[in-house]
């Protein structure tokens, strides 16, 4: 069965520019995550849904960061004004249940790489 | 605080031996720990994880870890090394009392095989 997709797979943008990263869930899944990897390193958690609410956007480094997901499926982080310190690649994550969120397997998107130069 | 650690940047092993990559972690609660694996230019695939019962649990390709709750730890094993197994391994957990939705993740360990 298909798999989380992202889009763009890649991104350039240049500082100041605003931008938009595309997120397809599991179709099902009730729970979303978005992470930022930094090379070399371990994701790090900005935010996450239940369905269409946005329960937990503590990672979410700035106010320039914002995601939805409106219907409840397809999500959207978008990031303005970018910074040279916000390349990194952005990876979502679904999985299945929402009770069981905590335990549950998340299943990995492939990622966005953003450059700002 | 809760955290996990992967103290190996790096692990290098010869094909055909067993490997084992380390993480050991400190959480609230009781740990839910999970191991994911990251091929270059990739996202991460889920390999296996402790939700609770036997302590040694199978996964993907081949790999199982054993938790320990003594030590604190969930170390990656495989009892026969592929090249196709080199990649960045990542360890990650969350405690049955945290508060938050957050996966805390290890740093990752580079697993390289050697023909």
């Known amino acids: 069965g298909a798999g989380v997709s992202q889009s763009p797979r890649y991104k350039v943008a240049k500082r100041g520019q605003d931008v938009a990263l595309r997120c397809d869930p599991i179709?099902?899944?009730?729970?979303l995550f978005w992470y930022q990897q930094a090379l070399g390193q371990g994701p790090e958690f900005l935010t996450y849904?239940?369905?269409?609410?946005?329960?937990?956007k503590s990672g979410l480094p700035s106010d320039r960061f914002f995601a939805e997901r409106p219907e409840g499926s397809v999500s959207t982080l978008k990031i303005q004004r970018t910074q040279q310190e916000d390349s990194a690649v952005y990876l979502c994550a679904s999985s299945l249940s929402s009770s069981g969120s905590f335990t549950d397997t998340q299943y990995f998107g492939p990622g966005t790489r953003l450059t700002v130069l | 605080a809760q955290s996990v650690a992967q103290p190996e940047d790096q692990v290098n092993v010869a094909e055909g031996n067993p490997l084992t990559v380390k993480c050991t972690y400190s959480?609230?609660?009781?740990?839910?720990l999970f191991w994911y694996v990251q091929y270059p230019n990739r996202g991460l695939q889920f390999l296996l994880k402790?939700?609770?019962?036997d302590n040694l649990v199978k996964g993907s390709y081949g790999f199982e870890a054993e938790f320990n709750k003594s030590q604190t730890s969930f170390h990656l094993k495989k009892p026969s090394a592929l090249v196709s197994d080199s990649a960045l391994y990542f360890c990650?957990?969350?405690?049955?009392?945290?508060?938050?939705?957050?996966?805390?993740w290890g740093a990752g360990t580079k697993l390289i095989i050697k023909p």
């Open positions: 402790y939700i609770t019962g």
């Open positions: 959480v609230s609660g009781n740990p839910y």
């Open positions: 849904f239940q369905n269409e609410a946005q329960l937990d």
């Open positions: 990650a957990v969350r405690g049955s009392m945290d508060s938050n939705y957050q996966l805390i």
């Open positions: 179709s099902g899944h009730v729970s």
